[in-house]
């Protein structure tokens, strides 16, 4: 006797429980950030970005707007993103002694209050799915500043520098969305995913390839918008 197939509603539900699931994800990396255990924080973030990566290709594929519209996964993608790409990454950022603490966490109230701002932004993306100004990616970055420990100064600078980035008029690419150079901006993201890992074995205390391979990725994503043509969010190509 064969099984009913599972119905489209409970196909759509199962895929909002999937991206619900990274507030969970989220809280357990929280939990590791407050107790610096910095590996885990990210491992856990790492999780995190792996269902954010995924979850809006299973929404497509199953139709769940046209199956479950009264509940927006995009609303629900946001608040699990803010989660895990904006608080955990600070409060990570404040017990990680990078600089005083005081001024870690004066630091982290402004972007959190700014990233707020840019969360509720709904020109966000441009016509053609790149970002617009930096893409509140905290985790990435406060990733990197635990990687290689620049001073104090510098880190600040740092922050401060992609903080403003948010709510400037350039392109930052999204890696699932933006059809330019998108097969080599996923092998770019393979190899970083290796580094990532390697530093995350040895607790940040990786080999110079996987170091120099952060600082190579890192390079191409910022300079990728030079593909599109222009790097201005106003010129959508």
Same mark, same amino acid.
């Given at each position: /006797?064969?099984?009913?197939?599972?119905?489209?509603?409970?196909?759509?539900?199962?895929?909002?429980?999937?991206?619900?699931?990274?507030?969970?994800?989220?809280?357990?990396?929280?939990?590791?950030?407050?107790?610096?255990?910095?590996?885990?924080?990210?491992? @856990?973030?790492?999780?995190?970005?792996?269902?954010?990566? +995924?979850?809006?290709?299973?929404?497509?594929?199953?139709?769940?707007?046209?199956?479950?519209?009264?509940?927006?996964?995009?609303?629900?993608?946001?608040?699990?993103?803010?989660?895990?790409?904006?608080?955990?990454? /600070?409060?990570?950022?404040?017990?990680?002694?990078?600089?005083?603490?005081?001024?870690?966490?004066?630091?982290?109230?402004?972007?959190?209050?700014?990233?707020?701002?840019?969360?509720?932004?709904?020109?966000?993306?441009?016509?053609?799915?790149?970002?617009?100004?930096?893409?509140?990616?905290?985790?990435?970055?406060?990733?990197?500043?635990?990687?290689?420990?620049?001073?104090?100064?510098?880190?600040?600078?740092?922050? +401060?520098?992609?903080?403003?980035?948010?709510?400037?008029? +350039?392109?930052?690419?999204?890696?699932?969305?933006?059809?330019?150079?998108?097969?080599?901006?996923?092998?770019?993201?393979?190899?970083?995913?290796?580094?990532?890992?390697?530093?995350?074995?040895?607790?940040?205390?990786?080999?110079? @390839?996987?170091?120099?391979?952060?600082?190579?990725?890192?390079?191409?994503?910022?300079?990728?918008?030079?593909?599109?043509?222009?790097?201005?969010?106003?010129?959508?190509?």
């Amino acid at each position: /006797m064969s099984q009913p197939a599972v119905s489209p509603r409970a196909l759509a539900w199962l895929v909002h429980l999937f991206t619900a699931s990274g507030a969970a994800v989220g809280l357990l990396a929280l939990e590791r950030a407050i107790s610096q255990d910095f590996v885990w924080t990210f491992v @856990w973030l790492a999780v995190a970005l792996v269902i954010d990566g +995924i979850d809006g290709t299973l929404a497509r594929a199953f139709g769940v707007r046209e199956s479950l519209p009264y509940v927006d996964g995009d609303l629900l993608d946001l608040v699990v993103d803010f989660l895990t790409y904006v608080i955990v990454p /600070m409060v990570a950022f404040v017990h990680a002694g990078l600089m005083a603490r005081e001024f870690a966490l004066t630091l982290a109230a402004i972007v959190v209050t700014a990233s707020a701002l840019y969360f509720a932004d709904t020109r966000m993306k441009t016509e053609d799915n790149w970002f617009r100004g930096f893409p509140t990616l905290w985790n990435v970055l406060v990733f990197y500043l635990l990687v290689f420990r620049p001073s104090p100064a510098l880190t600040a600078g740092i922050v +401060i520098i992609a903080g403003i980035a948010m709510f400037l008029p +350039i392109v930052f690419v999204h890696p699932m969305r933006v059809a330019r150079l998108k097969w080599l901006t996923g092998a770019v993201l393979a190899v970083w995913t290796c580094s990532v890992g390697a530093e995350l074995w040895t607790g940040f205390a990786g080999p110079g @390839w996987s170091r120099a391979v952060l600082l190579i990725t890192a390079a191409y994503i910022v300079l990728l918008p030079l593909a599109r043509g222009s790097i201005w969010a106003a010129k959508a190509r």
